[in-house]
């Protein structure tokens, strides 16, 4: 039995910085994950507001232009 590697093994737990405010915010946590056959969802929760989640597919945190890993000080992001 061959075993696939899992796609983003280490998303759970993980920190965001959005390139853009969204929700109100910009530093996000994973806090949970859903498989749908190939795509991977991550489950995002404001660190600043636990009332602030939302799903999106975790491809989405692959775009430097939309995601930054670990959360970076407002100070350090461009304005654009």
């Given at each position: 039995?061959?075993?696939?590697k899992?796609?983003?093994p280490?998303?759970?737990?993980?920190?965001?910085?959005?390139?853009q405010?969204t929700?109100?915010?910009?530093h996000?946590?994973?806090?949970?994950?859903?498989?749908e056959g190939?795509?991977?969802?991550?489950?995002m929760m404001?660190s600043?507001?636990?009332?602030?989640?939302?799903w999106?597919?975790?491809?989405?945190l692959?775009?430097?232009n939309?995601?930054?890993?670990?959360?970076?000080?407002?100070?350090?992001?461009?304005?654009?």
């Amino acid at each position: 039995m061959v075993r696939r590697k899992q796609k983003f093994p280490h998303l759970i737990g993980s920190k965001w910085t959005s390139t853009q405010t969204t929700w109100g915010w910009r530093h996000f946590q994973v806090v949970n994950r859903r498989d749908e056959g190939e795509l991977v969802f991550a489950e995002m929760m404001s660190s600043c507001d636990d009332t602030v989640r939302f799903w999106i597919n975790a491809q989405q945190l692959k775009n430097r232009n939309l995601w930054l890993p670990g959360w970076i000080p407002l100070s350090q992001l461009k304005e654009g």
